[in-house]
Structure formats: C-alpha cells, structure tokens
C-alpha cells in the first residue's frame, strides 16, 4: 500500500494497490466440479503485527468486491465501498488492526470468474483464441467462498483471525465461517443477514434472473464471444434489487410523486423522478458487473444454509417451547369452542396453520442450535429497523439460536431510516457498536450471554 498526498486526509487509508493471489492447486466445490486452479484479488489496510493476532477479514455483499477502503489512484474521487467503516481511528481502524478484504470466486472484478480465461480453452486448437468460461463456469456458494478464504489465511500465515466481519451476503460469509473453521476466528461480526433466504427473497432473485436470461442478447451465457451484451436484462434485474434495498417512506423522502419535466408527458418514456433514478442505479450497474456473474451470485444466496449438514431433529424443542405452543393450541381451540358454527372451519384453519408455523419455528431454531453447537467465538449481530429485505426478526432467529447453546452474543438493532441499505452508512450508534466489539476485552468462558436490544 502507498499514500498520495491526495487522499491522505484524517481517517483515509490513502491509494492502495490490490494484489493478485494465484492458487495452483485444484478446488473442488460444493456441486462435486473442480477448478483446477484459480485466483484471489485481495485488498489489505494497515499493518499484520508480529504475532498475526490484529487481523480481521472483510466479507464483501453481492455487488461488492475487494476494494472496500482507500482510493486506486492520487486523482480517484470515489472510495472503497466501506470507507467510512475501515480506516484510522474508524470503526475497523487500521491504525490497530490488519484487515483484509478478498473479491470471491465468480466475481467479475480480478479473482476467478465467468470473465476470466477458461484454462481448459487453452491449447485445445492452435487457430482458436482462448475463451473465457462465461456461462460454463461453476455453480458456486458460500461454503465454497469461505473454503477458498481459509486457503488464502493460509497463504497470509493467519492462523486465526481476530474477527470475521460482513454485511448482507458478508454476514452470511461471517457465519459460515463460525460454523466451518470455529477455532480460527475470535470474533463474528453479522450485520444486516440471515440464516437463509425466505421464499420472497429467492423469488426477488428468480425475477432478477430471468430478466437477464430472457434478454436477446444473452445468447445463453457467450455474450461476450458474441460480441453482444445483456444490458437490458442486467439493469432490470438491478432495478428489482435496489427497490427492495430501500424503504418506501425512504423513496416517498427523497422522490414522492415528483415528475421529472413538472407535467404528465403521457408515454412510456421517464417521466417520474423514482424512475429516472432506478433507471440510472440500473444503467451504472450494467456498466461495471458482468451478467453471468449476478446468476452465480443470486444462487449462490438461495443456496447459504449454514444448518444444512445438521440435523433438526423436533426432539430437541425445549419444555418451554413444547408449552408454548400448547398455549396457544388451546387459546384457539377456546375460541373455536365459542366461536358460532360458521366460522369454526375457519379458526380450525387457523389452529392449523399456526400450528405449522410454530413446528416449522422450533424445527429451524433446533437446526440453528445444532450447527452452532461447536462455534467457539464471540457474536455481534446487527439489524436496522428498516431492513424488509433481510428483517430484525431474520437476525433475532440467530441471536435466539446462539443464546439457546450457550454463546457469547451482542445484538443491537439500529433505527435507521435507509433500509437494506443503512449497513453502508455512516450511523454513529452502529459504527459505535462494531468499534467496541471489536476493542473490547475477549470472553473466555462460554456461558449464555444476554443479547444487548435495543
């Protein structure tokens, strides 16, 4: 890393050089094929002390890459894409820690991915020129990402980190981590997650996929050896994912109802103010992200499922649980009994129906409690009000999960009024909150811990 005078301001980590980390060995992944090789873009900020204790890895969400701090030249007005959070005297401060930030497999900025050389197009014919993989490379997830993580701490000589931190798909990284590798990480920061998608989530992501597969100019994924490019699909499929970033009193703020030209124009053209920005989030995006990445991406979000090689057996529901749901079983059954005998079926339904959805409740928390069984560091887990896309009561499940077995946990839940989105920001009391999980003294035992709400 260098400084230019440019950008070195108070809390910058000035102009950074990202780094290339070739990994000659084959990968195999989760859907049983190999890489035979790949490649990591990584990014890091400050300095690795000499026992390799200060370090802490930053897990980037879908449309992020390694670039999360500092600038890439003397002349560049935009930082990385968490600026605000890493750097001196920051929340992750650089000054005291060394942190890391790896572009995943898959990506479309440097590290292994549908735009880069496919090895297995090489020397096949002297006369044709070597293809990229596009749509031929792998179904990826997040296990696979983490996997790929652990080699480069391997490479780095960081045996175990000083915390794992991510926001979005990050926190889902973060998690996978404290269920995969427990003894090499301290800390687990995860904010603005999940412990898997909901059905509207994967359905938000099937319609972002399908506007990009039923462009014509897709040309089934070799867009690029076709010399054209989905660029219609690829910003509608950006436009249905930032409206769910945002909130609908944050979009009624900042756009209401207001026309771009003062007047109705009565077409199909721009003519309110909300589409010319979803318009143009969607144009720039198609701009820097390539296709066949976002698909490997959304998947690889309907994929995470960090209980799926744990069992969840009904068996483990605790006593308490077992009387709650009674309670409520005979409170409907009570309102049946009194109930006139034209609504019986319906409140029967309902007896039914909640019934399902408090079996399906303690199924995943017993799931939950088994896949954190054995993790072994400290949690923070962060919710914004706002977020309807990732919800509180999605970060509550894991929080819930962690008390039940025992694990030290911290969850603070920020009124923030920018969504999906406020994991970004810049809001004092969640900058407040990572800094001092991230300073604070470590816990040694392992005992419930109550989560912190506010």
Known sequence: MSNSSAHTT???????????????????????????????????????????????????????????????????????????????????????????????????????????????????????????????????????????????????????????????????????????????????????????????????????????????????????????????????????????????????????????????????????QVESYLRYQGERFSENFDANTYLLMTKALDYFDPTRDYSSDPSTVTKDNIESAVQIEDSIAASVESSKANAQNELEDAVATIEDIESDRQQELSALKAAFAHTQCQYLVVSFTTDWRFAPERSQEIVDALMATGKPVSYINIDAPHGHDSFLFDIPRYMGAVKGFLTAPSITHSRPVRGECS
């Not at 090895?119 to 070597?130: A, C, H, N, Q, Y």
């Not at 990009?212 to 219609?232: E, H, M, N, V, W």
């Open 10 to 272: 108070a809390g910058s980590v000035g102009v950074v050089t990202p780094q290339n980390f070739h990994f000659a060995e084959p990968l195999t992944l989760e859907c049983n094929r190999t890489l035979p090789s790949f490649d990591l873009m990584v990014e890091t900020y400050g300095t690795l002390n000499s026992d390799h204790s200060n370090a802490i890895l930053i897990c980037h969400a879908l449309s992020g890459n390694h670039h999360a701090a500092g600038f890439h030249s003397s002349d560049e007005k935009k930082a990385g894409w968490w600026d605000n959070m890493i750097g001196p005297n920051k929340a992750i401060d650089t000054n005291q820690f060394y942190v890391v930030c790896v572009n995943n497999i898959g990506s479309c900025f440097g590290s292994t991915g549908p735009t880069t050389i496919n090895p297995d197009s090489v020397g096949v014919d002297d006369s044709d020129e070597p293809q990229v993989y596009g749509p031929d490379f792998p179904l990826i997830t997040i296990k696979d990402w983490v996997k790929t993580q652990a080699m480069l701490s391997d490479r780095l000589g960081i045996d175990v980190w000083h915390a794992i931190v991510g926001g979005s798909m990050g926190g889902m990284q973060a998690l996978q981590w404290s269920v995969d590798y427990p003894e090499r990480l301290k800390r687990c920061v995860v904010i603005a997650s999940t412990p898997k998608l909901s059905a509207q989530n994967i359905a938000f992501n099937e319609v972002a996929r399908q506007s990009i597969l039923s462009d014509p100019d897709f040309k089934d994924g070799r867009y690029l050896q076709a010399g054209t490019y989905p660029r219609r699909g690829l910003i509608l499929a950006r436009m249905v994912g930032h409206i769910t970033y945002l909130t609908d009193d944050a979009m009624k703020a900042k756009f209401g109802r207001d026309l771009k030209s003062g007047k109705f124009m009565y077409g199909y053209d721009v003519e309110f």
